[in-house]
C-alpha cells in the first residue's frame, strides 16, 4: 500500500464504548498529526507527533488519547465519547513538523 | 495570530466556465501558501503550493500565485470539469508551525 492509510473508514459507537482508530503511512515520514472536520467548523489540529514524541495536544479532552508505538503507526483511542464528537477523524504525516502534510481517507465517527 | 479566510461558498459553475475561488491571509513572515482539495468520501489532497512571493503553483490545470503585495493567493483554472467537484481549502505554514486552514468552499460542476 502506498500514501496514509486509516481503518476503519467508518465506526459507529456507542457513549459508553471504548474504539480505536489506526493509521498508518507508508512515506518514511518522521510528523503525524490527527485532524477533527466537523460540518460547518474549520478543520481542527487535535495532536502532533514527531519522532514518535507528542509535541502538541491542542486542548483536546482526555476522552482522546493518542499514540504513537513507532514512526509509521498513529493510534487514537476513543472512550465514553458525547454526540458532538460525530465527525470525519483525518490523520495526515509529513517528513519533518511543519513540512507538506499528505493526509488519509479519514474515519467518519458517529456516536449515539 | 495567523489566519486564512477564503470565499466559503457554494460555487456553482457549469462545465467549462472559469474558476476562481478567492484566498487571503494574514501571517507574520514569509509563508508557504498552499491548495489542498477534498473530493467526496476522502481525505485532503495537496493540489499545489508555492513557498516565495510571486511563484507560481500549478497542477491539473488549477494555479494560484502568491501575492505578497496583497496577501492572497487565488485559486483558478480556465475550464472547470464535472470532476472537479470538490471541497477547496487554501493553508498556510510559517517555517517550523503548523499548518493553518481556511473553512474550504465547495465547489458544484454541473453538466
Known amino acids: 500500500e502506498t500514501g496514509v492509510t486509516q481503518t476503519p473508514r467508518h465506526l459507529v459507537m456507542g457513549m459508553t464504548n471504548k474504539k480505536s482508530l489506526k493509521c498508518e503511512q507508508h512515506l518514511g515520514h518522521n510528523a503525524m498529526y490527527w485532524y477533527k472536520q466537523s460540518a460547518k467548523k474549520p478543520l481542527e489540529l487535535m495532536f502532533v507527533y514527531s519522532l514518535e514524541e507528542r509535541v502538541e495536544n491542542n486542548s483536546v479532552p482526555s476522552r482522546f488519547s493518542p499514540e504513537c508505538p513507532n514512526s509509521s503507526h498513529l493510534f487514537l483511542h476513543l472512550h465514553t465519547l458525547q454526540p458532538e464528537d460525530s465527525a470525519l477523524y483525518l490523520c495526515?504525516?509529513?517528513?519533518?513538523?511543519?513540512?507538506?502534510?499528505?493526509f488519509g481517507p479519514g474515519t467518519r465517527l458517529t456516536v449515539l | 495570530g495567523d489566519s486564512v479566510t477564503q470565499m466559503e461558498g457554494p460555487v456553482t459553475l457549469s462545465e467549462e466556465a472559469f474558476l476562481t475561488i478567492n484566498c487571503t491571509y494574514t501571517a507574520t513572515g514569509y509563508p508557504s501558501l498552499f491548495w489542498y482539495v477534498q473530493y467526496p468520501g476522502e481525505g485532503l489532497q495537496l493540489l499545489l503550493k508555492a513557498t516565495k512571493a510571486d511563484d507560481k503553483g500549478s497542477n491539473k490545470g488549477f494555479e494560484a500565485t502568491y501575492r505578497k503585495e496583497t496577501t492572497s493567493f487565488h485559486l483558478e483554472k480556465g475550464s472547470v470539469q464535472v470532476s472537479d467537484s470538490a471541497v477547496y481549502f487554501c493553508?498556510?505554514?510559517?517555517?517550523?508551525?503548523?499548518?493553518?486552514f481556511g473553512p474550504g468552499t465547495r465547489l458544484s460542476v454541473l453538466p
Open positions: 493553508a498556510l505554514r510559517n517555517y517550523g508551525q503548523n499548518f493553518v
Open positions: 495526515a504525516s509529513s517528513s519533518q513538523r511543519g513540512d507538506t502534510q499528505y
